[in-house]
């Protein structure tokens, strides 16, 4: 019941943007999207968040759509050790319970 | 930077055996999460605190237990390991209402 739907894999180039697509069709107003990924044998690492504005940080650049169905990730120049799983996870905040449930994730494998 | 760290990396154990898994974070989070990842299954919550000596339990409790004595300490128990029980085990905490941070995991083999 991960509320969010990924296509399973994806590449780019080395040096090009990354463009990782989510849809979320029944997100909650009060719900966040969030960008994890996780580099093989590894725990999951945060990339960024939003409601319902774009964000960008050191990372990457989070674009949601106006309807707030879905969102892209944007890696701007991919590079090899950019190559994991990417998870897009919808969660609303509600007090004490703020568990994240992932889903299968995007594999991302980037080429030199 | 927030450090979450766990006991070991990789453990090996025989069926039966009482297990303790650590996790330590050093930025006085009040929420603290573990998770199992297992292939085609994504990661999957076991139990979670909100504060000392609290403790909610998960989608997947069972063969499981926790303790958080201290606020920046959480294990998580195999009272008698099974060989299903043999996963990568992963340790979060975040503060309220905000991001969740990752320890690198901890490989479990039950024989």
């Known amino acids: 019941d991960a509320k969010t739907t990924q296509p399973p894999s994806m590449d780019c180039a080395e040096g090009r943007a990354a463009n990782l697509p989510c849809n979320h069709s029944?997100?909650?107003?009060?719900?966040?999207v969030y960008w994890y990924r996780q580099i093989h044998s590894q725990g999951p690492q945060y990339i960024i968040h939003g409601l319902k504005n774009n964000e960008t940080n050191e990372m990457a650049s989070l674009i949601i759509t106006e309807d707030r169905k879905s969102s892209t990730l944007i890696l701007p120049h991919a590079t090899l050790r950019d190559t994991a799983v990417y998870y897009c996870i919808v969660r609303a905040y509600s007090g004490a319970n703020s568990k994240l449930t992932f889903g299968k994730g995007i594999t991302l494998s980037v080429r030199p | 930077d927030v450090k979450v760290t766990q006991s070991s990396r990789y453990l090996v154990k025989r069926t039966g055996e009482k297990v303790f898994l650590e996790c330590v974070q050093d930025?006085?989070?009040?929420?603290m999460f573990w998770y199992r990842q297992d292939p085609g299954l994504g990661l999957r919550l076991i139990y979670f605190s909100y504060d000392v000596k609290m403790k909610e339990k998960g989608d997947i409790p069972e063969g499981y237990s926790v303790s958080r004595e201290k606020k920046e300490r959480f294990s998580l128990i195999l009272e008698s390991a099974s060989t299903n029980q043999t996963s990568m085990y992963l340790c979060?905490?975040?503060?309220?209402?905000?991001?969740?941070?990752f320890g690198p995991g901890t490989r479990l083999l039950v024989l």
């Open positions: 930025m006085d989070h009040e929420n």
């Open positions: 029944t997100i909650s107003g009060n719900e966040y």
């Open positions: 979060a905490s975040s503060t309220r209402q905000e991001t969740q941070y």
